[in-house]
């Protein structure tokens, strides 16, 4: 391996030291969940898959690693970020990127048409992330795209309905999603006089005005790929636009791109998406944004990304870091640029350089920055100084006194049997109050109480933990009783 | 890296041939999970997961590599299935085996005192499993673990209960929990006269009773172990004992054991367990089996097995393949022997071993064979001729005639607006029976329909999928009449 002679591999570098002190702590740029993390891990998702749901989207999974020849050539310089397993003899390796290749490759493997998934998964980048800023080496990502041939615009326009389904659901207040064509830009470039050749890597500059200053843009446009300074500044004139159908119709009949037929198919398909889109009744957090270009080669039609609007971020994802270098790449297909959390659009040719006889499937698909709206939900959860349950116990059964035990445990059997959550303490004799303490600590609405007195007159107590009233309930009728105030509680 | 030499590295067998032919295919011993195998797994999941919850359990995420350091001397040979990472500068990574062991660093790292997690992943093997039976590289795991100082029993017996609930639950017909103690069987191999660094061997010897016969496993302590021969055969007189408290008591009154400290403080422990099974009404199931051994060193108290009983596996599962070269600890920690679905056991150590002071955290837990109720829950779908819907639409929008598009478009985003499951052709014009096909097709109840006589009366059809009924509902009452009829479908 390219590595195998660097200092680097020195055991001490490796989590270990040879006199056997282990270094308790997880892999560079990965981290545990926990309880408190799931917890709202799983209702971000819940509400996340409801929406794809409302689409008819079903669900697949593709494996962890792939063939590294699956992910070749398809990620640019940023290829350098991928994790290839070890040749332990057999087939080379690599641990997925994204999900969206993957979904090409399952595509074509399966002679697929057309389908509308979701996935939701974990995808892995050998980066050096700010994880101060919640940016790490595994994180996740939650996809949905729309294979197959279908009308012009009309899945297009059903992704930007899904990404705004999400957002109003997760209650993110008030975000824009920029939305742009590549086409445009194309014709934009061809028009402006930029040589086909550097359509690619002119977009890329582009991409950094989310960033950067129209200055540094431009600076890198002339000084590293070689630009004219005039081509430059004509390309500095449209970039700064942004509208609605305005635009489109000063686009229209502007004078450098109203011969141009890429301009004018990008303009026509972008005024079909704004048709479509009113009617989907998702048009009005809409902007066509002349300075969105996405950073993956393989998009081919329609992108865009959504931003929060600014002071509705938590503090900890706004702020930027300019002096560090930085993927572009991976801000992209992890939510874009600060503030951003959904980016997409459409991919034309990625199926077909997976099948043999390059039969193509037409692709559009939106990427959701899960882990930055998973932070953005546990910020408003800390700001509205909410927790929420991570686990989910209804009853806590505890003993007044010794020697309850078994009465604890036959209460908690009957309990599950009728399919209410119920823990009891895993000591014979705990003490009371150490108990109640249990309860109220983990937002166990419900204490079932029991001592000698109680099984003596075949009752028990049962206590809301909240309000600490207690009431006297024979035991035959517990359940009926437990069935009743579980609900308003 | 290892074999960086080895002719394997040849591009050929790495998936693709210099001509630039991709052999489309996923990594060998993985797979893809379609939707419709996607939606078995979400019904199994959700009642193992509310069987978790019943007990108050709290999930956790690790990530899918660890420090090679971390899973290094906790798998014994198996140690050479675990995937490791190319060394590209940083830190040595493999994949994890199990979720056991990230558990154990997991509670060791964050000084966790007690806690009831579970966590579904899956896990990594670099095996040649059998994939006609369904075994795979990349699997599934589902852990439930109590980690804390209890008293003695208690988390085990609610091991023993979680893992009736779940197989109860998910109604998979008769099954046969079978219960040891590590104590117990290391005080009857000192009885016999094993000598005790010969104990994991033979313990180990015995393990294999599920798939050989004694008389193999006899050969196996003699001849590999380099056990006496009436060592083994009073061995031999024990294993084939099972049964409950009867089995018990003979053992407490055995000449051999009743001065042996082990064996009698596992018979003690055992004595608990069955008395606080029996109160948690989760002991119907229950055998201690001397027999029962399971394959990691790391156990140190009682163990279990869940095993379905024969003719309820289905076919492709139940098939043993003796002539192949099985890994046994794979087949152990996927849920065990031929048929078995659940394992676990007591571990008290495996914390102390992460901990730079020792400190321990006694563990106990339960891992079930996922994969295998995935494939059985299937095999009886397939055998009921029924289908899982993998994707959840309540109701379709089709266009009688052409023009339609716009109406179907609105009528879309009326009905998610009111969170009603909704899709719409993305063609232009679609043919009236293609839309309706699809909506059989696709399993969704209600289609429905608008065509220009409806759009002029301001009515649509409401079409039932099943019965071909169709009614006119005016379009201002549509909503109030689907949330009527659709939970009644």
Sequence with gaps: SQNSLSPSRKPSKSGSSKGGKLILKTAKGTRDYHPAEMAVRRTVFDKIKSVFHMHGAV????????????????????????????????????????????????????????????????????????????????????????????????????????????????????????????????????????????????????????????????????????????????????????????????????????????AQAGIEELELLLQYTSLLQCDANLLIDM?????????????????????????????????????????????????????????????????????????????????RLFAIQERKLKLQDRKLRSRLTSVYVAGVCKGMLHHRLTLCALLHEAEISAETSRKINPKFLTQLQYAEENGIPLVVTIGDSEVSEGVVNVRNTSTRQEEKVPRDQLIQHLKQLLPQL
């Design 59 to 262: 669900e697949i999974e593709t494996p962890v690693f792939e063939l590294k020849e699956v992910l070749t050539g398809k990620y640019g310089e940023d290829s350098k970020l991928i994790y290839d397993l070890e040749d332990q003899g057999g087939e080379l390796l690599s641990l997925r990127y994204d999900l969206t290749v993957p979904f090409a490759r399952y595509v074509a493997q399966n002679k697929i048409d057309n389908i509308s998934r979701y996935h939701i998964a974990r995808v892995y980048r050998r980066d050096n992330p700010a994880i101060t800023r919640g940016r790490y080496r595994e994180f996740y990502q939650c996809d949905f795209d729309i294979a197959g041939a279908y009308d012009l615009m009309l899945p297009d326009a059903e992704c930007l309905q899904v990404i705004h389904q999400v957002l109003a659901s997760l209650d993110l207040g008030l975000f824009t999603i920029k939305v742009n064509h590549r086409k445009l830009l194309d014709g934009l470039f061809g028009a402006c006089g930029v040589p086909i050749e550097k359509f690619r890597s002119i977009c890329s500059a582009v991409d950094k005005l989310d960033k950067s200053s129209w200055c540094e843009v431009r600076a890198e446009m002339i000084g590293e790929k070689g630009l004219d300074e005039a081509v430059a500044d004509r390309i500095g004139e449209y970039v700064k636009l942004n509208g609605k159908q305005d635009l489109l119709n000063t686009l229209k009949n502007d004078d450098r791109l109203k011969t141009n037929e890429d």
């Design 291 to 371: 300075s969105l270009a996405r950073g993956l080669d393989y998009y081919t039609g329609v992108i865009y990304e959504a931003i929060l609007q600014e002071g509705q971020v938590p503090q900890q994802q706004q702020e930027s870091d300019n002096s560090k270098k930085k993927s572009k790449k991976d801000e992209e297909d992890d939510g874009g640029t600060v503030g951003s959390v959904a980016g997409g659009g459409r991919y034309d040719n990625l199926v077909g350089m997976f099948d043999p006889k390059k039969r193509t499937v037409p692709c559009v698909g939106v990427s959701f920055g899960i882990e």
